[in-house]
């Protein structure tokens, strides 16, 4: 589909320390697992993915340089949450919180993505449980293009395949903020994240709708 050469990494989940890439995507960056006794490997469906304990277990991806002042990306990940509407730190590169890319659920009932230069600059995913069912898998693609004019147009969230209607704090920047020489983290920042996450994956290029379905489909066995 023309996308894969943007890879970054795709990080199946199935081991807690230096989970593999998968054998088809080279990929830059290897992580380590943290806080790994209480951070099990569960299988679900045909395959196995990290459970997170929602107490500081995670995953360290190091320095992605890709986030680090880009003009786009994509984040694209499974996951299957216990409890909805919680404060639960899914991913976050971040140097204080004014300057990061990050995405969470809170305790509003909102899901959001955060793109910032300044205090809570987002975008969310408004009542996301409307969208999605605590215990069960779902995709998601949060797709980002600085080189776009508006907000709706620069950041674009996509769950189970489908476009979801996003509201605003802020406007998009054009760019990420610098974010070199801090630790990518899947799974923990302030609020741990409580659930199952799988096949988590940074593409340094803005996914369109039909790519981010093509890549549901080949990461979506064994979720269902």
């Known amino acids: 589909m023309g996308y894969q050469d943007s890879l970054v990494g795709l990080y199946d989940l199935s081991?807690?320390?230096?989970?593999?890439?998968?054998?088809?995507?080279?990929?830059?960056?290897?992580?380590?697992?943290?806080?790994?006794?209480?951070h099990p490997i569960g299988i679900h469906g045909k395959s196995q993915c990290a459970s997170f304990n929602g107490n500081n277990s995670n995953y360290n991806l190091g320095d992605v340089a890709e986030l680090n002042a880009v003009a786009a990306?994509?984040?694209?990940?499974?996951?299957?949450?216990?409890?909805?509407?919680?404060?639960?730190?899914?991913?976050r590169k971040a140097v204080d919180n004014n300057h990061d890319v990050?995405?969470?659920?809170?305790?509003?009932?909102?899901?959001?993505?955060?793109?910032?230069?300044?205090?809570d600059e987002a975008g969310y995913i408004p009542n996301y449980s409307t969208v999605i069912t605590a215990g069960q898998w779902h995709h998601f693609a949060a797709v980002f293009d600085g080189a776009q004019t508006g907000d709706a147009n620069r950041l674009v969230m996509y769950v189970d395949g489908n476009p979801v209607t996003l509201s605003f704090n802020g406007s998009m920047?054009?760019?990420?903020?610098?974010?070199?020489?801090?630790?990518a983290i899947i799974g923990a920042a302030a609020s741990a994240f409580d659930g199952l996450l799988d096949f988590f994956s940074v593409f340094s290029r803005p996914?369109?709708?039909?790519?981010?379905?093509?890549?549901?489909?080949?990461?979506?066995?064994?979720?269902?």
């Open 207 to 224: 996914l369109t709708q039909i790519q981010t379905q093509d890549f549901r489909k080949m990461t979506m066995q064994g979720r269902l």
């Open 73 to 91: 990306f994509t984040i694209a990940f499974w996951m299957r949450q216990d409890v909805l509407d919680v404060q639960d730190t899914i991913f």
């Open 102 to 119: 990050g995405i969470e659920t809170r305790a509003n009932g909102n899901l959001y993505v955060d793109v910032g230069w300044n205090a």
């Open 173 to 183: 920047p054009a760019a990420t903020a610098d974010l070199s020489g801090q630790d």
């Open 15 to 38: 081991t807690d320390n230096n989970p593999n890439l998968a054998p088809h995507f080279a990929g830059t960056y290897d992580a380590i697992g943290a806080n790994i006794a209480s």
